[in-house]
C-alpha cells in the first residue's frame, strides 16, 4: 500500500530563493527586507556577486536618501558610505554623498563628490547643477551663469521660466533665493515623479496592469527624458503580455540611456515572447559584455523559459542619473 503524498499546508515547502526574495522586497519598497534577503545569501553562498553588490548598494542608497530627508545625516552618510563600498561606479551614490557634504558645510568636499558623479555620468544633470551652484557661491558668478547657460541648451530645463527666474536672482546678488529656483527648474518634478512611480509599482503588484499602464503613461508624458518612465510603461505592457509595446518602451528607454541594463534585459525578453530569439539573444550579449556577472542575462541565456517566467514577476529597480 503507498501513502499519498502529504497536501497538508503545513506541508514543508521549499524555501524561497533569497536572490529573488531580495530583489521583490527591493521592488517593493521593502528595504530592510531586502537587506536581510541579501544576508542570507553571504550566509549560505559566500561573498556577493558584483550584481547582487550593485542591488545592495541601491537600497543602502535610498535607505540614506530617506535618512537625509528626515534631518538625520549622520545615519544618511552611513548608508551612503556602505553604498559606495559596494557600487563605487555608481554616479548617483557619489551624487548624495555630496548632498550631505552640502549639508556639513563641508563646499570643497562636496564639489569633489559631484565631479566624481560626473566623471562617471557626463549627463548627469543635478551634479552639473551643484557645481554651477558652487562657483557662484565661491564668486565665479560669470563662469557659474555661463555653465547654467550651457546646461539649458543641453539638457532643457523642466520650468524654464522657472530657471530664466533664477539666473535673474543670482545675478541681482540673491544667490540662495536664485538657488533653489534653479533647482526647482530641474527638480521640482522629484516629489511627483516619486509618487507616481511608486504607484505604478503599487498597482502592479495588486495585479491591477491596466490601471498601471495608465499612471506609466502619464509618467511618460510627464518626464520624456526619463528612462525610467519608458522602462515603466514596457513593464506594465510586459504584464499585459503586449510584447511588441514593451519593446518599442523598451527601446525608448534606451535611447535615453544605452547603458541601462535592466531594459535591454525586458528588450530581450520581449523579444523572446515574439520569436525573434537571436536578437534577444545580442541584446543579453551587450549586457554580459559590459557585466560579466549579470545574473538576469546569464540566466535567460542559459534557462529561458525559466529565466522568462523568474524575470518577468520582478520589477527592475534602477538608480536615477538625475
Known amino acids: 500500500m503507498t501513502t499519498a503524498p502529504s497536501t497538508s499546508p503545513?506541508?514543508?515547502r521549499p524555501a524561497p530563493d533569497p536572490w529573488d526574495e531580495a530583489l521583490r522586497s527591493r521592488r517593493a519598497g521593502r528595504l530592510e527586507e531586502s537587506l536581510r534577503a541579501l544576508s542570507r545569501i553571504v550566509v549560505t553562498s559566500g561573498p556577493l556577486t558584483a550584481a547582487a553588490r550593485r542591488l545592495r548598494a541601491s537600497v543602502q542608497r535610498d535607505l540614506g536618501i530617506a535618512a537625509r530627508l528626515c534631518g538625520d545625516i549622520d545615519r544618511a552618510e552611513s548608508w551612503v558610505g556602505r553604498g559606495l563600498e559596494d557600487a563605487p561606479e555608481y554616479p548617483d551614490l557619489h551624487f548624495e554623498r555630496g548632498l550631505l557634504w552640502l549639508e556639513r558645510g563641508k563646499l570643497d568636499d562636496a564639489r569633489a563628490s559631484f565631479q566624481d558623479a560626473l566623471d562617471r555620468a557626463p549627463g548627469f544633470t543635478a551634479a552639473s547643477l551643484e557645481i554651477a551652484l558652487l562657483d557662484a557661491r565661491s564668486g565665479?558668478?560669470?563662469?557659474?551663469?555661463?555653465?547654467?547657460?550651457?546646461?539649458?541648451?543641453?539638457?532643457?530645463?523642466?520650468?524654464?521660466?522657472?530657471?530664466?527666474?533664477?539666473?535673474?536672482?543670482?545675478?541681482?546678488?540673491?544667490w540662495e533665493a536664485g538657488s533653489e529656483q534653479l533647482r526647482g527648474a530641474y527638480r521640482v518634478h522629484e516629489t511627483a515623479w516619486r509618487q507616481g512611480s511608486l504607484r505604478v509599482g503599487q498597482l502592479l503588484d495588486e495585479?491591477?496592469?491596466p490601471e498601471a499602464l495608465d499612471e506609466a503613461c502619464r509618467l511618460a508624458e510627464r518626464f520624456p527624458h526619463f528612462p525610467d518612465a519608458h522602462l515603466a510603461v514596457g513593464l506594465c505592457c510586459l504584464s499585459l503580455e503586449?510584447?511588441?509595446?514593451?519593446?518599442?518602451?523598451?527601446?525608448?528607454?534606451?535611447?535615453?540611456?544605452p547603458a541601462y541594463h535592466e531594459a535591454r534585459i525586458y528588450l530581450a525578453c520581449s523579444?523572446?515572447?515574439?520569436?525573434?530569439?537571436?536578437?534577444?539573444?545580442?541584446?543579453?550579449?551587450?549586457?554580459?559584455?559590459?557585466?560579466?556577472?549579470h545574473e538576469w542575462a546569464a540566466r535567460l541565456l542559459t534557462d529561458r523559459r525559466a529565466g522568462l517566467e523568474a524575470i518577468l514577476s520582478l520589477r527592475p529597480a534602477p538608480l536615477h542619473f538625475g
Open 271 to 293: 523579444l523572446f515572447e515574439v520569436g525573434e530569439s537571436r536578437l534577444a539573444e545580442e541584446e543579453l550579449t551587450r549586457v554580459l559584455r559590459c557585466s560579466p556577472g
Open 207 to 209: 495585479g491591477r496592469a
Open 10 to 12: 503545513n506541508a514543508a
Open 242 to 257: 503586449w510584447w511588441d509595446d514593451a519593446g518599442e518602451a523598451c527601446l525608448r528607454a534606451l535611447e535615453r540611456n
Open 140 to 174: 565665479r558668478l560669470g563662469e557659474a551663469v555661463a555653465a547654467l547657460r550651457r546646461l539649458a541648451d543641453t539638457r532643457p530645463p523642466a520650468d524654464a521660466r522657472l530657471f530664466q527666474a533664477g539666473l535673474e536672482r543670482m545675478r541681482s546678488g540673491s
